[in-house]
């Protein structure tokens, strides 16, 4: 059980375009998802918060008309990169915590975004 | 901002070894998650543990929740080639968003 998926698990775009990746909680309701962003070797720097129905909630440094973030159902939540940039290349992973429980997170195996 | 001091950032230990990761905040934690990471892919829950004091085990991978919640350990006995990853722990307060440690990125060569 708690299995969350990403898609695409890999992208290559050129610059100026925009991607969407896809979050999903396969079998289970997720009223929040956490979006995340991994640079080689480091750790995850949480990027948003994402409550189902209502505006993601940003960290300081993350820009929201860059990285639209948009949680439309309890098991659905993407992530825009608009206007894409080199610098945007990076791992981007999605968590997603069950509704009925309290602590655990459920995370997706990445999407891997090269810029070009 | 609450943050979580890991370490050692690398360890590289012969197969047999015993070895230990530690991750320290100066902040109370509701709970505090244990992931294993291999390239490529997304974190895997190992544990969660809830309770100052609170002492789990997973096979040979120990995990212990100090007194405070401020601080955790996870220790593995006889580590493997197999144990080889980044190890990530990762404090949160109840409803809001996971606060990562640096990571450790283990090494088991046989």
């Known amino acids: 059980g708690a299995v969350v998926s990403q898609h695409p698990s890999w992208v290559i775009c050129k610059s100026g375009t925009s991607v969407k990746i896809e979050c999903r909680s396969l079998?289970?309701?997720?009223?929040?998802m956490f979006w995340y962003r991994q640079f080689p070797k480091q750790s995850l720097m949480l990027m948003a918060t994402s409550n189902e129905g209502s505006k993601a909630t940003y960290e300081q440094g993350v820009e929201k008309d860059k990285f639209l973030i948009n949680h439309a159902s309890l098991t659905l939540s993407t992530l825009t990169v608009t206007s894409a940039h080199p610098e945007d290349s990076s791992f981007y992973i999605c968590?997603?915590?069950?509704?009925?429980?309290?602590?655990?997170?459920?995370f997706g195996p990445g999407t891997r975004l090269t810029v070009t | 901002t609450q943050l979580l001091e890991q370490s050692p950032q690398f360890l590289s230990i012969q197969e047999g070894e015993n070895l230990t990761v530690y991750c320290n905040s100066s902040s109370v934690f509701s709970s505090l998650q244990w992931y294993r990471q291999e390239p490529g892919e997304g974190p895997v829950l190992l544990v969660t543990?809830?309770?100052?004091?609170e002492v789990k085990k997973l096979k040979r991978l120990t995990f212990q929740f100090g007194d405070a919640r401020k601080d955790s350990s996870l220790h593995i006995t006889a580590a493997q080639p197999g144990d080889t990853g980044l190890y990530l722990c990762a404090g949160e307060e109840a409803g809001t968003a996971l606060i990562f440690g640096k990571g450790t990125t283990l090494s088991v060569s046989s």
């Open positions: 543990v809830v309770t100052g004091g």
């Open positions: 968590s997603a915590r069950d509704r009925t429980s309290y602590y655990e997170q459920y």
């Open positions: 079998d289970f309701q997720a009223t929040t």
